[in-house]
């Protein structure tokens, strides 16, 4: 039996094979040395060049890709607000607000400030930098705290399509003073305005109601000149500015007047303008004073008196004097307008405390229409041009009183934005909400050159 010692053993093995070069290996090290060292030249060339793509982490997105050979743009050393160069791991806030205005979310309630960069994620070849994440902002809202202790607000919000509240403006009722009953207006062969072919007329939301860009017209109901339809299907423009999301306001002279005129004098032809009670009683004054030069002897006349004045016994009184007879015919013609006339759509006009006392003419409310009802969201007609007026807004068939609410709830919105499955609409945060606080923007300061932001010299 053979004897094997570890001695033996040990000089079977060439201990110096680690410390001899075969040729083998030499190429090998040489290789392993010379591919860092050539690709740290050719990084520096690059760098010389002032060329920093290949450092890059990922695609720029499309509105950054201009930045694309200009890394310090972002990735910049700041000393305070002072830029001193040379380019840095992580991108700072200051860096792209040398660009951009941005103005912070609450800034007083927030307990935290997320960087710039963590909601608008860079090198990832977005299309749309705004479109952000939810977690950006689920990582407050799903439980939101404030520097001042609870917020004002629901404070667990998820997803819109699982967990979010139903919209404020639903809970509160409209508090328009402008008397209007959609029902009645928008059965079909309603009574239209005198001097119509038909007499009967089916309305459309878009007689009352179009986009703000669209408001020049012409209306249907818009002259106390009847027009026929034929005549008014002039076409709208194609260019819709998507800022005019919601639509105009409603004005008495371009949706009632047709209908609603405001005669209010059987001697005198035609309306009182749609303006204040102390321009209708001038307007009224002034028309029965004309009358009066053109007809002297109308005075005398009794009629006056018979007219129909709502809740005065009719005697019939001989005026003593063309001054008496104005006074008379004045008073008898306004008693009639702010008492039916205008009431008839200002409810509200004849409250005690809603008089001009020093005139003695009634005090009209301010309408109070709104045209916004989400403070706090964005929404725009435009995006939902095919669906129908009356499938978001069904209460508008039905609606009897100026309070109700005909805004959707929240339950219409899911059917397409349910963020459930790739197939339905767009879900996230960023499309109804605004983050940054744009009312506090200010008077911007460009800072770069052409040549500073494209890297291509001058
Ligand atoms: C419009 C601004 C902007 C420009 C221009 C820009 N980046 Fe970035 N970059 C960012 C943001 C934002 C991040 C992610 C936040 C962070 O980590 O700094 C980032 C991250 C990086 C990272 C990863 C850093 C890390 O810690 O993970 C690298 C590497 C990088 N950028 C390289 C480049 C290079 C190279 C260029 C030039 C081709 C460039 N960037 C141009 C904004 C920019
Ligand atoms: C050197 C100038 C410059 C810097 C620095 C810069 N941007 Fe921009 N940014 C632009 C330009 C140019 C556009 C395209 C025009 C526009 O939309 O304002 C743009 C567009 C955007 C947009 C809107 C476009 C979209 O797709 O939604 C966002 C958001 C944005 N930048 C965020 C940032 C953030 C975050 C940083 C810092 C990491 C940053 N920017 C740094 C120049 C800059
Ligand atoms: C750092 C924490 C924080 C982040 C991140 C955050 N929010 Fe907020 N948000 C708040 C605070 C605090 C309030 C104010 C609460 C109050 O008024 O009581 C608020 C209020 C709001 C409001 C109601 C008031 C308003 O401004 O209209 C909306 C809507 C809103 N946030 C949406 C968002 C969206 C969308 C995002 C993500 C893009 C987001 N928030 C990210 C903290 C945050
Ligand atoms: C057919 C309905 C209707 C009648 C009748 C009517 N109005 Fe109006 N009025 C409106 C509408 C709608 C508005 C709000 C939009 C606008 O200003 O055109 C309004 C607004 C007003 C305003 C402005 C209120 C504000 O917001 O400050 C005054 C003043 C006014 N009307 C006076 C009168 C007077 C005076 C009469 C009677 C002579 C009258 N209106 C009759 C529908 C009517
Ligand atoms: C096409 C003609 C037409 C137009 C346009 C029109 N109305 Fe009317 N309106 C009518 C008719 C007809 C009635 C009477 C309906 C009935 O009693 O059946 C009426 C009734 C009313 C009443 C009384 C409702 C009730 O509950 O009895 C008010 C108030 C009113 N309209 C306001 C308005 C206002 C405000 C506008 C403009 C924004 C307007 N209308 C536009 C035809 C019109
Ligand atoms: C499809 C549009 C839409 C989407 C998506 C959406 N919201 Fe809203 N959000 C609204 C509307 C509309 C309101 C009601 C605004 C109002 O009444 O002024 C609202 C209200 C809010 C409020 C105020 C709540 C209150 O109590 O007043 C907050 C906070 C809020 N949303 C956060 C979020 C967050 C976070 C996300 C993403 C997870 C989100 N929303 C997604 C439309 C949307
Ligand atoms: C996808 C649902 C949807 C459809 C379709 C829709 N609306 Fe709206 N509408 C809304 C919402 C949500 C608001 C509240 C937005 C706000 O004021 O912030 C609103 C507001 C309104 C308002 C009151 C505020 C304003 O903008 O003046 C009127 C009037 C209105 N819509 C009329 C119409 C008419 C007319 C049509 C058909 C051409 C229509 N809507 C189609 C959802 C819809
Ligand atoms: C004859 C004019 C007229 C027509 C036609 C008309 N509206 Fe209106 N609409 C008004 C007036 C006046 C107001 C303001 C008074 C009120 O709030 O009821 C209003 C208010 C609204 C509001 C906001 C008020 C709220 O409480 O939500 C919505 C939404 C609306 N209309 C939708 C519609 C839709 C949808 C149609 C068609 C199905 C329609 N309207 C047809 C005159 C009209
Ligand atoms: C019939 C399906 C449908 C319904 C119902 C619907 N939406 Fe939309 N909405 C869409 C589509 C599709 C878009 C375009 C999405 C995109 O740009 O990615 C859109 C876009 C939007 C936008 C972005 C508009 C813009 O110009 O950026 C907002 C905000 C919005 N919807 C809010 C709402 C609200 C609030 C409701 C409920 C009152 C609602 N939507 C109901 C289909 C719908
Ligand atoms: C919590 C997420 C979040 C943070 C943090 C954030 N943003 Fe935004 N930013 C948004 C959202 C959501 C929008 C789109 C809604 C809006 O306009 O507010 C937006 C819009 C913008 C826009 C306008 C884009 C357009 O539509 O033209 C610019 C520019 C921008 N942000 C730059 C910045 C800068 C710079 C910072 C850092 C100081 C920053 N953002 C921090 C979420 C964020």
Redesign the pocket.
């Known amino acids: 039996m053979r004897k094997r010692t570890a001695k033996q053993l040990g000089t079977r093995h060439d201990l110096n094979y680690f410390k001899t070069w075969t040729r083998r290996k030499l190429a090998l090290a040489l290789l392993a040395a010379c591919v860092p060292v050539l690709f740290l030249a050719w990084l520096g060339v690059q760098g010389l060049r002032g060329d920093s793509v290949p450092y890059s982490s990922g695609k720029m997105s499309r509105a950054h890709a201009v930045l694309g050979k200009q890394c310090d743009t972002c990735h910049a050393n700041f000393v305070g607000t002072l830029r001193v160069g040379g380019f840095r791991k992580h991108a700072q806030d200051q860096a792209c607000l040398t660009c951009h205005q941005a103005p912070a979310h609450h800034a007083d309630l927030v307990t935290f400030t997320p960087t710039c960069g963590s909601c608008h994620a860079e090198h990832v070849g977005s299309v749309q930098l705004a479109r952000t994440a939810d977690q950006n902002c689920t990582q407050c809202h799903s439980d939101l705290k404030t520097t001042h202790g609870s917020p004002h607000m629901v404070n667990a919000i998820l997803s819109f399509g699982k967990q979010h509240p139903e919209f404020a403006a639903l809970k509160k009722p409209d508090l328009t003073t402008?008397?209007?009953?959609h029902s009645?207006?928008m059965?079909s062969g309603?009574?239209?305005?005198p001097g119509s072919k038909t007499r009967n007329?089916d309305?459309e939301c878009s007689?009352?109601h179009r986009p703000s860009g669209e408001q020049q017209g012409p209306w249907?109901?818009g002259s106390a000149q009847w027009q026929h339809a034929s005549a008014n299907e002039a076409p709208l423009g194609p260019m819709r500015d998507s800022r005019e999301a919601l639509m105009g306001p409603?004005?008495?002279d371009k949706?009632?007047?047709?209908?609603?005129s405001l005669p209010f004098d059987t001697k005198a032809a035609g309306s009182v303008p749609h303006e204040t009670p102390a321009v209708v009683d001038g307007f009224v004054r002034t028309a029965l004073t004309q009358y009066l030069k053109t007809n002297p002897a109308a005075w005398r006349e009794t009629e006056a008196a018979t007219r129909r004045i709502p809740g005065v016994q009719q005697v019939a009184l001989q005026a003593k004097s063309p001054d008496d007879w104005l006074k008379d015919r004045v008073a008898s013609d306004e008693t009639l307008l702010w008492g039916k006339t205008c009431k008839?759509?200002h409810?509200e006009t004849t409250s005690p405390d809603a008089h001009d006392s020093q005139l003695g003419l009634p005090k009209i409310q301010p309408a109070s229409m709104p045209t916004r009802w989400f403070s706090h969201s964005y929404f725009d007609h435009s995006a939902h041009s095919a669906v129908r007026c009356d499938s978001c807004h069904a209460a508008a068939l039905t609606s009897?009183r100026t309070s109700d609410v005909l805004i959707p709830g929240i339950d219409s919105c899911r059917s397409c934005h349910s963020g459930a499955s790739n197939s339905s609409a767009e879900s996230g945060c960023f499309l109804c909400h605004q983050y940054h606080d744009w009312q506090q923007r200010k008077p911007f300061k460009p800072v770069y050159t052409i040549p500073q932001l494209t890297g291509q010299a001058d």
């Open positions: 402008i008397a209007f009953n009645v207006h059965k309603l009574l239209g305005p007329v309305l007689d009352c249907r109901f409603i004005s008495y949706h009632c007047i047709a209908c609603h008839q759509c409810a009897a």
